[in-house]
């Protein structure tokens, strides 16, 4: 980046622009590893590919190989079949595709993919290489590569981050038959057909026996019915108190918010043009800060999480019988189950569907992620992915999920201490939350990690705090903290905690109150937005223990500073944000949420393995590809959610009938249909 307009320059001749491609080939099919160059490619003014070739033969050896063979052809004879084809076919600078189709289309030539993944960004080019190469003949110049690339960047590139991969024959490879991919259609066409079975016997009278009408079968099948879940899921009828429908709109919005986020980081791994103007302009501007900080929409929903999962659990332990092991392994059975349909889909669309979607040159983007799935898909159904390397990781954006459920395992313990007084578990949640911050503390110090991209940690800064556990789970303990509010607020008024009642009712009874603690959380949301900007726009002004009291600070503040804004609104005193936020509108959408952040993603990978070629980052890019994926994103979730997650919640419905029914249960609160359901949220 730093010597970007040198790097221009180069782009003036043809075939300098295309010397990677060229000495790459020559360094494999020669065994030529880690030369020096006894001149500075980049200082040369002239450079053509005479002087090329003239300098391959000074530096390299003669050897025997086809591979070879063909390069020295191509070089004595440019405007040769192949000489054209690579002129014509090949990327003309980094970040070039070139024209792969047209590679594809010859019969003497192969398309080869070279990547180099720098953390955010990515450094690619496609080259239409003689029929004669291979990958395997290719794969030995990766160092080679590196070391071209170090003289061009003025950094050190290691060895190991480059890829060369015969996208050509890879994507034939996947367009052969596939059981996996037949499996995954086979069980969409088997659903569906149970799906029309049961809606046509919801839908007539006719066929239902008068044995069965009444029967655990029939209702089971009946759980498929588009009829009955589409009813289900346009219902909005409230199930609980109306002032929880906040909720919806919060989740509808912060999963946007996610969705843009993820968008801008495609788009960054995407290959790009215009890498300087990356750096030195756009992470700069302060609408950027707004899209970066889309991870506090992630901490948005932790909070939500704790708050329905205490909610859950305070339902569960009402009464002292149910406050046993036994309840608390339901509830463990009952959110694993109820997670694992939607998880086990994104997993097979992801592992089958995406890398066969289409023939295009940047269909590799997802083979890391493949292989790790291959090799590590447990990781990922045990949610313990978030303890290995991020570089083993299968579908790696469900870390949320591994880091909800392991909360959900801890949840009932730091609940059962209000059983016994509010003091004790308001002191146990501290507790948690105090000990999380010394750790991040002590973890972001002791590695100096960094929230600016402009710093070198950022690969660090993901796998060593930003999906961990321990670091994270601050937000959640607020949110238990906050349905510990509202179930005060719900108690008359002599079984309540007497401090928090007077809270609430200085609240209630003076209205400048309402309007302090809505100016004071909107403040407090923007000041953690602002920051990260100035974070980025000075990176390097800001000391490490600065770093640190930010990113331990920051993630909490936000969310004090929704829950001032949201409180009047619980308590009944927000007329106008619950009515903004618990709009009807926001009801059938909010149910779709869990689906959503599964498949959005996956979405986003297919929308740039059909890319035919890199582009120039800008703001307005981001902003059609979020519009483009969340559109795919919600239609495809809302048949997922009506074929498989409205079905399986229904089933689970079905079993806990018939296994335990105590009133009050653990489950009464969180109807599959309430839009008020933990994972709805999520």
């Not at 782009?11 to 020096?36: G, Y």
Request: charged letters at 15%; a neutral charge; glycine letters at 4%.
């Amino acid at each position: 980046v730093s010597t970007q307009s040198t790097w221009e320059s180069m782009e003036a001749h043809l075939f300098k622009i295309t010397f990677v491609a060229f000495l790459a080939t020559f360094a494999a099919s020669m065994k030529f590893q880690n030369s020096t160059f006894p001149i500075p490619l980049s200082e040369s003014p002239n450079f053509s590919v005479f002087t090329l070739a003239q300098l391959v033969t000074q530096v390299i050896p003669q050897s025997e190989g086809l591979c070879n063979a063909a390069i020295q052809s191509l070089l004595t004879n440019p405007m040769g079949r192949q000489g054209i084809n690579f002129l014509a076919y090949s990327g003309k600078k980094v970040n070039d595709y070139g024209n792969y189709l047209g590679c594809k289309g010859t019969n003497d030539s192969r398309y080869v993919l070279t990547i180099a993944d720098f953390g955010y960004v990515s450094a690619r080019i496609g080259t239409c290489f003689p029929i004669e190469c291979h990958e395997e003949d290719l794969k030995p110049l990766a160092p080679t590569i590196a070391n071209i690339l170090s003289l061009i960047i003025g950094g050190y590139v290691p060895p190991q981050i480059v890829k060369i991969v015969d996208t050509q024959e890879r994507n034939r490879k996947l367009s052969e038959f596939n059981m996996g991919y037949l499996s995954f259609w086979l069980l969409t066409g088997i659903s569906l057909v149970i799906a029309l079975i049961a809606t046509v016997m919801d839908k007539y009278e006719y066929f239902k026996p008068n044995s069965l009408k009444d029967s655990t079968s029939l209702r089971i099948l009946n759980c498929f019915s588009f009829v009955a879940n589409f009813k289900s899921f346009f219902n909005t009828a409230n199930k609980l108190d109306v002032n929880l429908e906040i909720f919806n709109g919060l989740r509808v919005i912060g999963m946007c918010w996610i969705v843009l986020g993820h968008s801008h980081e495609i788009e960054l791994l995407a290959p790009t043009f215009n890498l300087r103007d990356l750096f030195s302009d756009l992470i700069t501007k302060y609408s950027f800060a707004y899209i970066k900080t889309a991870s506090l929409a992630v901490d948005v929903f932790f909070f939500i999480s704790g708050f329905f999962a205490a909610c859950s659990f305070f339902a569960a332990f009402k009464t002292a019988e149910l406050r046993t092991a036994k309840t608390i392994l339901i509830s463990y059975l009952y959110r694993y189950l109820r997670l694992l349909p939607v998880l086990l889909l994104t997993f097979l669309f992801f592992i089958f569907i995406v890398p066969t979607v289409k023939d295009e040159p940047a269909s590799p983007f997802v083979d890391h992620q493949l292989n790790n799935c291959y090799k590590y898909w447990y990781y990922t159904f045990t949610y313990t992915n978030n303890f290995w390397k991020l570089s083993d990781a299968c579908i790696d954006w469900t870390w949320y999920l591994m880091n909800d459920m392991q909360f959900y395992l801890i949840c009932p313990f730091l609940v059962l201490p209000f059983f016994a007084s509010f003091t004790i578990g308001f002191i146990v949640l501290a507790s948690c939350g105090a000990a999380s911050i010394l750790a991040t503390s002590i973890i972001y110090s002791y590695y100096g990690l960094h929230t600016s991209m402009a710093k070198p940690t950022a690969n660090d800064y993901y796998e060593i705090y930003y999906v961990k556990p321990y670091c994270r789970i601050p937000v959640y303990l607020l949110g238990i903290f906050f349905y510990v509010l509202y179930k005060e607020h719900k108690k008359v008024k002599e079984e309540a905690h007497q401090g928090l009642k007077k809270i609430e009712e200085f609240f209630a009874k003076y209205s400048v109150v309402k309007y302090l603690g809505y100016v004071l959380g909107l403040s407090l949301m923007y000041f953690t937005v602002h920051l990260i900007h100035l974070f980025d726009k000075y990176p390097y002004d800001w000391g490490q223990w600065q770093a640190t009291l930010y990113e331990v600070s920051f993630r909490p503040l936000f969310i004090i500073g929704l829950m001032l804004l949201i409180y009047p609104t619980l308590i009944g005193k927000g007329e106008f944000l619950g009515s903004l936020l618990g709009h009807p509108f926001f009801n059938p959408v909010a149910k779709l949420t869990y689906c959503v952040y599964m498949l959005h993603l996956a979405i986003l990978y297919v929308l740039h393995a059909i890319t035919l070629n890199g582009h120039y980052y800008n703001l307005s890019w981001v902003w059609y590809t979020f519009f483009t994926a969340l559109f795919v994103t919600y239609v495809v979730s809302f048949i997922g959610t009506i074929l498989l997650e409205s079905p399986v919640m229904q089933l689970l419905k079905i079993l806990q009938e018939n296994t335990r029914k105590p009133k009050n249960s653990l489950e009464q609160p969180l109807k599959p249909e309430n839009n008020s359901s933990p994972k709805d949220q999520q």
